[in-house]
């Protein structure tokens, strides 16, 4: 993830000129809880910076809320009416030497939220521009597909528990390079295929073969798209399969990564940290998200009222008192472990890991 960041610098100095380095963040898609930070020159994502980002309800330009409005991007000057000084976020920001914030959502052409990017410029600078956010907004969709990427390979390359997803490697005659630990059970379930005796599934190859047709084309309108493929197994279960191209030196390999599939939620954290419902659950995902209780009750097709009951249950068995809190608490306990953890795998070289730390 950080080579694929550090090679975006330049591109991104040049075009839009910033103050010292981009602020990269991965995001939990179900949440929109930042999992990692990188910054050149800044290791640790700052304490304060954190506690404003998830315990200040009064403030504006937060991740998540970026990341849900319809435009995906915004400027510190913009969501303060022209009045950044008023924002308890500028005077952090300056306190840093960075005046001018600009936070700009990572966000796939199929409308999933895996990063953040955030940019700075000195008090003496001029204020981002509207070309500037149109190259963002126009560019975010094959960051995020960076990102996403990334995450899956890194996550297939060093499984975090047994559930996994799994890497193959295919080369330029769809013959496997190499197989990550773990992969066999999925590949042996897939239909049509026969791993025992060598031969891949259709659907491997399909998403193999799409991957490099879109990594060998990038002028066609599919530039930057991911080939997914939704699969169901033998066993009755379903799995995804993403394909990424791996072209460089003049070889043509191709990585199929193979996950369980599952909608994106945090269920599995908050059942087992806090005994939650469903209802419970998906309506603190919202929560999380930034959703007010107007709009929850509207996606949940539910009363208002309704809403706020199960606010109070979900308040009590997480032993909150308020949205922010409960933003906060979950923050606390299961994200800001991980992205600590992420600060120190980046220092170590080693692969960015998603999702929240159980």
């Known amino acids: 993830m950080v080579p694929f960041w550090r090679s975006c610098r330049e591109v991104l100095a040049d075009t839009v000129p910033h103050y010292l380095s ?76 960075g005046d001018q914030e600009l936070v700009a959502a990572l966000r796939t052409r199929d409308g999933q939220v895996w990063g953040s990017l955030s940019l700075y410029r000195e008090p003496d600078r001029p204020r981002f521009d509207r070309d500037d956010l149109d190259f963002l907004r126009a560019v975010a969709p094959v960051l995020a597909d960076g990102v996403r990427r990334g995450l899956l390979v890194g996550k297939a390359g060093d499984p975090e528990g047994s559930d996994a997803p799994g890497l193959l490697v295919l080369n330029e005659q769809w013959a496997p390079e190499s197989v990550s630990p773990g992969l066999e059970r999925w590949l042996s379930d897939l239909p049509d295929g026969a791993w025992d005796s060598g031969r891949l599934s259709p659907s491997v190859l399909a998403v193999a073969g ?26 009755g279960t379903w799995v995804v399969l993403h394909g990424v191209p791996l072209i460089a030196g003049g070889l043509r390999q191709v990585a199929v990564i193979v996950e369980p599939a599952h909608p994106a939620r945090i269920s599995p954290l908050l059942m087992s940290a806090y005994r939650l419902t469903e209802r419970e659950q998906e309506l603190t995902r919202l929560v999380l998200q930034g959703y007010s209780t107007a709009e929850i009750a509207q996606r949940l097709v539910i009363s208002a009222h309704t809403v706020q009951q199960h606010l109070k249950s979900v308040f009590d068995k997480t032993g909150v008192r308020s949205r922010r809190e409960l933003v906060s608490t979950v923050f606390l306990a299961h994200y800001e472990p991980r992205l600590r953890d992420n600060e120190r795998r980046t220092v170590d070289g080693l692969p960015v890991r998603g999702g929240p730390m159980g």
């Open 22 to 97: 981009p602020c990269w963040f991965t995001l939990d898609p179900a949440s929109l809880v930042m999992t990692s930070h990188f910054q050149e020159g800044l290791p640790e994502f700052p304490a304060e910076w954190a506690a404003q980002e998830y315990a200040d309800d009064g403030d504006v330009n937060h991740l998540a809320d970026v990341a849900r409005s319809a435009s995906g991007i915004s400027t510190l000057y913009d969501a303060t009416g022209g009045r950044p000084d008023a924002s308890p976020r500028w005077h952090a920001n300056m306190a840093y030497g």
């Open 210 to 235: 799409r991957a490099l047709a879109v990594a060998e084309a990038p002028m066609t309108a599919d530039a930057g798209r991911v080939a997914i493929a939704r699969v169901p197994t033998q066993s």
